[in-house]
């Protein structure tokens, strides 16, 4: 089945710097790669998504990438402020049956003000 | 999102008794999950529908049983609650080619 891995596990920024996540899938089907922000307390919500026929997209601040032949893909936030202060999943749909989501284990970003 | 919600969204419950959580969405999604996080393990899949009557295990299905009667109804039951089962549990919902939307969440404690 499909196995999602993401680093770092941890990442601290001052405000105003970028910051990056990276995550690996395994499934090659994999056609679907959302990313979520969960706040303490709260549920995960998502921020942006891309699709296995598109390499980038953007959406003001935040951006993922998607590398199809290395199946990896990338979160990048510009000009951090501190509400981004949060845990990011990445998640992979994978091939199998039904429409299953795999998770990434969660990267929590502290931005330093 | 107010089209998915969970109840109760907190409940304490003690060893050995059965407890059930509540989860109904509004969208018509034929999918629906069940996922229950802990500090370390983030989201990890319990069970997931994909459609009225029709349940699959996920990672960590024991100690747990679902049912899927009506479409927007995937109620999680713990048939006989230990402490091991103490964490935040979400459920979530998806239709075709859209994203999965979770509900509040339940944290649940066994003592």
């Known amino acids: 089945g499909e196995n999602v891995e993401q680093h770092p596990s941890t990442l601290s920024v001052q405000e105003g710097d970028s910051a990056v996540i990276k995550c690996t899938y395994s499934?090659?089907?994999?056609?679907?790669f959302p990313w979520y922000k969960q706040e303490l307390g709260k549920r995960p919500q998502l921020i942006i998504d891309?699709?296995?026929?598109?390499g980038e997209k953007k959406d003001q601040r935040i951006a993922v990438t998607l590398n199809k032949t290395a199946k990896h893909f990338s979160l990048h936030i510009t000009e951090t402020q501190p509400e981004d202060s949060a845990v990011y999943f990445c998640?992979?749909?994978?091939?199998?049956?039904?429409?299953?989501?795999?998770f990434g284990p969660g990267t929590r970003l502290s931005v330093l003000p | 999102d107010a089209g998915i919600t969970q109840s109760p969204r907190y409940k304490i419950t003690e060893t050995g008794r059965q407890v059930t959580l509540m989860c109904h969405q509004t969208w018509s999604h034929s999918y629906m999950f069940w996922y229950r996080q802990d500090l370390g393990h983030g989201l990890r899949l319990i069970y997931y529908?994909?459609?009225?009557?029709?349940?699959d295990k996920g990672e960590v299905p024991d100690g747990y049983v679902v049912s899927r009667s009506k479409t927007e109804n995937f109620p999680l039951t713990l048939e006989s609650a230990t402490r091991s089962q103490t964490s935040v549990y979400f459920c979530a919902s998806t239709g075709r080619n859209s994203p999965l939307h979770f509900g509040n969440g339940t944290r649940l404690t066994v003592t």
């Open positions: 998640a992979a749909k994978g091939s199998g049956y039904g429409q299953n989501f795999v």
């Open positions: 529908s994909a459609a009225a009557d029709i349940t």
């Open positions: 499934d090659s089907a994999s056609n679907y």
């Open positions: 891309i699709r296995s026929n598109v």
